[in-house]
């Protein structure tokens, strides 16, 4: 799924993850979508100093938009939303991705 260790299964989420890392990405993004609504899950590495900003979570929740449409997505964060949740586990982000479904 990804270069990265995400330190989780994507079958431990109720939603499907689509992968939408590019090569030069500092840390693994995904995009999934409830209802009609979609969102990005951003994973950054495990040990803190091989991220970008070493004070940045590892996960990320943010709200997305869709500059595509339904046959051809192209998803990008929503900058206009603050982040939904951040934090450094993955049982808690799974728990929270799993209330909005």
């Not at 079958?11 to 990405?25: A, G, I, M, Q, R």
């Not at 995009?31 to 590892?58: G, I, S």
């Not at 192209?74 to 808690?92: C, H, K, N, P, R």
Request: proline share 4%; with cysteine.
């Amino acid at each position: 799924m990804s270069r990265f260790e995400l330190g989780f299964k994507s079958s431990d989420l109720p939603v499907t993850l689509k992968d939408c890392c590019y090569e030069n990405d500092t840390c693994a993004s995904f995009y999934f979508r409830v209802n009609d609504q979609y969102y990005k899950l951003w994973v950054d590495h495990k040990d803190k100093a091989q991220r970008e900003d070493p004070e940045n979570p590892r996960y990320t929740v943010c709200k997305a938009i869709n500059e595509g449409d339904e046959t051809s997505p192209e998803i990008y964060t929503d900058y206009e939303v603050a982040d939904l949740f951040q934090t450094e586990e993955a049982s808690s982000m799974i728990r929270f991705v799993s209330e909005m479904h």
